[in-house]
């Protein structure tokens, strides 16, 4: 099919945290045009000033080129008439898609209905998660919302918005330092740094559009996270109040890293068994990996809770690096699971691979607990 798989970005946020307001600004950039939008908030959406005329079946024609759909049924059925209006010609020309979700929303299952429908990942692939910061309230919903935790904990870019309106400047930085270590393979970004167009939001993936190319290091924020999983965060310089990172606590940002190749079918029996005990605490996981029967090119894995997008094949190693690297965000995953469960199968030779049927009675044991 030409033009896909088409990139998807999901925008997200808390309530307040300025949303529509930095898609309205994004949808006057060229860059931007034959985008569709996928709204997906509650109560009326601010782009009057953008329209030209509504359609019909929830799809509006706007001004710069873009089109903007409002979600009446699922997800998966607005990308899916997305695909059936290119490929029919109702639309021309589809470049990319961003889904705006609600500010009360968890990302996982709109990143779910993106890389889990076996039609809609030949047609799409998601890009990244953009998620926004309201600096001044950024504390206390941080505190009291467990989502706004998620939603920062799986975003590739963090931007902080109406930080010009903090009045002391050492509560913004303990602001970023507390989404640092929330999510330390995050770009975290002003707003304002948006302004000069969209290039620092988007093409979050693995291959950069403009040259073709892939960039491992800076698809997994590997440096981050792997400084992050081999530091004590046990004590928190800005605790001076108790009960203010208790959901941060939650979260777990841990790098596997294994020298040389593995057999495919370790690596699809740890990622199984990962979702089968824990999908539900697995926010996010993104891993390159050398695979024992085809060392020269390397399969590229990304996964949410349960649902695991179809692995693919890069043609070759964009870089020196070979080996296997995951980087797995979680919540409320049993201290030491994941490490322990990764080192079961990389650390044994392939015929000593542990045997399926006692793993998924008891993982827990194998993994040493």
Not at 211 to 239: F, M, N, Q
Request: glycine content about 8%; charged content about 25%.
């Amino acid at each position: 099919m030409n033009g896909f798989p088409i990139p998807v970005s999901v925008l997200t946020g808390f309530l307040g945290a300025g949303k529509t307001t930095l898609l309205n600004r994004l949808l006057k950039d060229p860059a931007l045009a034959d985008t569709a939008v996928i709204i997906n908030e509650y109560g009326e959406v601010a782009i009057d000033h953008l329209l030209v005329e509504q359609a019909s079946d929830g799809i509006i024609q706007l001004s710069d080129g873009c089109l903007c759909c409002t979600v009446r049924g699922e997800l998966v059925d607005t990308l899916a008439d997305l695909v059936d209006r290119l490929q029919t010609g109702r639309i021309v020309r589809l470049a990319r898609v961003i889904v705006e979700t609600t500010g009360l929303a968890d990302p996982a299952p709109v990143l779910q209905s993106i890389m889990g429908h076996p039609a809609l990942v030949q047609a799409f692939r998601l890009d990244g998660v953009i998620t926004l910061v309201d600096a001044v309230n950024g504390d206390v919903t941080l505190d009291a919302h467990v989502e706004a935790v998620k939603q920062a904990a799986v975003a590739d870019r963090i931007v902080l918005s109406k930080a010009d309106l903090v009045a002391d400047p050492g509560d913004l930085e303990t602001l970023r330092a507390r989404l640092r270590q929330i999510n330390p393979g995050a770009q975290l970004l002003d707003v304002g740094e948006t302004k000069t167009g969209v290039a620092a939001l988007f093409d979050c993936g693995l291959y950069n559009p403009a040259t073709k190319s892939a960039d491992v290091r800076r698809w997994l924020g590997e440096e981050a996270a792997h400084d992050h999983d081999h530091h004590d965060h046990g004590g928190h310089e800005h605790d001076h109040h108790d009960h203010a990172h208790r959901h941060d606590q939650r979260v777990k940002t841990h790098s596997l890293v294994h020298d040389g190749p593995v057999p495919f079918s370790a690596i699809e029996m740890f990622l199984d068994l990962l979702r089968s005990t824990h999908g539900e605490h697995l926010l996010r996981m993104k891993g390159v990996i050398e695979l024992q029967e085809d060392p020269s090119r390397p399969l590229v894995v990304h996964g949410v809770q349960k649902i695991l997008h179809p692995p693919v094949r890069l043609p070759s190693w964009p870089d020196s690096q070979r080996g296997t690297r995951l980087v797995l965000i979680t919540l409320d995953m049993p201290e030491d699971y994941v490490r322990r469960l990764f080192a079961a199968f990389t650390n044994r030779p392939s015929v000593d691979t542990p045997d399926r049927a006692a793993l998924e009675h008891n993982p827990l044991a194998i993994a040493g607990r």
